[in-house]
């Protein structure tokens, strides 16, 4: 079973940017498709951006496309998320996922908080 752990979150001004790290373990990297989620206070889980593993293919939501980028790291077993420009619309907490074999996304970190204010 996969275990996932993500780390980077903060507290940053507007137009800032953040490195958000989500760290694999228990299996191969390659194993899974990843995924960055994002819930903010009183609304719902939104997915921002996932990355094949297989061929490096990405797509983001479109609040965060053009902004974020979501790529791997083999070697270092992580994903990233790199989000630049923020906004205070950024504001959340935010988790990575990784797929299953039924192609749901099945295992979860624990979350990391971003909050983006003057």
């Known amino acids: 079973q996969v275990q996932l752990v993500e780390s980077g979150g903060g507290s940053v001004q507007p137009g800032a940017s953040l490195r958000l790290s989500c760290v694999v373990s228990?299996?191969?990297?390659?194993?899974?498709?990843y995924a960055w989620f994002r819930q903010a206070p009183g609304k719902e889980r939104e997915g921002i951006a996932c990355?094949?593993?297989?061929?490096?293919?990405?797509f983001y939501g479109d609040s965060v496309r053009g902004r974020f980028t979501i790529s791997r790291d083999n070697a270092k077993s992580t994903v990233f998320l790199q989000m630049d420009s923020l906004k205070p619309e950024d504001t959340a907490v935010y988790y990575c996922?990784?797929?299953?074999?039924?192609?749901?996304?099945?295992?979860w970190g624990q979350g990391t908080q971003v909050t983006v204010s003057s």
């Open positions: 996922a990784a797929d299953s074999t039924g192609g749901s996304w099945s295992y």
């Open positions: 228990g299996r191969p990297l390659e194993s899974h498709n």
């Open positions: 990355i094949s593993t297989s061929d490096d293919s990405t």
